[in-house]
């Protein structure tokens, strides 16, 4: 099974995160939800289609991407997380600084999704211990300006469990409680195609870490490169949906506690036929 994050529902199956990107500039869905009453709705409009929680961030995280002051980031974030978490959706605030994720807790948001895992803002790991609510740690070994020239590896499973697994323990030690930490191998992140597929193809070994696993592989740009033409042009990343419902699936059936995607629809489906497929392999198990 997928594990449980303490202070969160509890799902029978693999969770379904959807995104609202409230940015300019994200590298998958930039600008289309950059206006907070467009913003809020598209997070209700995720709900509908089958997200069982809504990730709500300010900051693009793309390559090459320049930081977003806190002020602007704080005007992008709080109202939208106000305004989901008012409507009782389960919301998660994607942020790398502790003075965001502060206030989106006071404003109901239930989880921090902090791509750096606490790395980015000494502060990050206080704050969250101080409230108590649940701290994805992602894998992260620096901003987005330059983060391609550290996605250098010998062994790409073996570095990132070894990086996450201090992350968790420098997180502990900072305060969280264990049972409240998700972790994540943060695709894309300082990472090339070929690392993203490997840690796709070992998320069991992922799981060995012992905490609830969250799986962000929505229109990244290995996915892009997969699906490239005989010419090597990825197509779209709005035409990447059908590829990241299939990683979905796949990872829902490595035992993914909850996958991180812009379009839910398929993903929904996705992760019920995972369980539904789990289901009949332990009806079918020998007594
Ligand atoms: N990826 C992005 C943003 N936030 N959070 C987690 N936990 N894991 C991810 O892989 C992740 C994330 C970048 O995606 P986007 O800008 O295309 O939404």
């Keep these: 099974m997928s594990g449980r994050v303490a202070g969160l529902p509890e799902w029978d199956r693999c969770a379904v995160m959807g ?3 409230v940015t300019p500039d994200s590298f998958s869905d930039g600008g289309r939800w950059f ?3 467009d913003a809020i709705k598209r997070g209700l409009d995720l709900v509908s289609g089958g997200a069982d929680l809504v990730d709500v961030g300010g900051e693009s995280t793309r390559p090459g991407a320049t930081r977003v002051d806190e002020d602007e980031e704080l005007r992008r974030v709080i109202p939208v997380v106000r305004s989901l978490t008012s409507e009782g959706v389960v919301v998660s605030v994607d942020t790398m600084r502790a003075s965001v994720a502060e206030q989106a807790i006071a404003a109901g948001a239930a989880l921090v999704n902090d791509v750096s895992g606490g790395l980015a803002d000494p502060s990050m790991v206080s704050v969250v ?3 108590g609510v649940p701290f994805v740690v992602t894998h992260w070994r620096g901003f987005s300006q330059d983060m391609n020239s ?6 790409v499973v073996a570095e990132v469990l070894a990086e996450l697994r201090r992350r968790m323990d420098a997180v502990v030690e900072g305060g969280v409680a264990p049972e409240r930490i998700v972790v994540d191998p943060g695709l894309g992140f300082a990472k090339q195609a070929d690392h993203d597929l490997t840690l796709l193809a070992h998320l069991h070994r992922l799981r060995g870490l012992g905490r609830p696993l969250l799986v962000g592989a929505s229109r990244k740009r290995f996915l892009g490169r997969v699906l490239a033409g005989e010419n090597g042009t990825p197509p779209p990343t709005r035409e990447r949906d059908a590829a990241t419902a299939a990683v979905s699936a796949i990872a829902a059936h490595a035992g993914a506690w909850a996958v991180r995607v812009h379009e839910v629809r398929a993903t929904a489906d996705a992760v019920r036929v995972a369980r539904a497929i789990e289901d009949a392999a332990a009806e079918g198990e020998p007594p």
């Design 19 to 21: 995104v609202v990107n």
């Design 35 to 37: 206006d907070t009453s």
């Design 129 to 131: 211990a101080a409230v």
């Design 150 to 155: 550290r996605a250098v590896y010998g062994d």
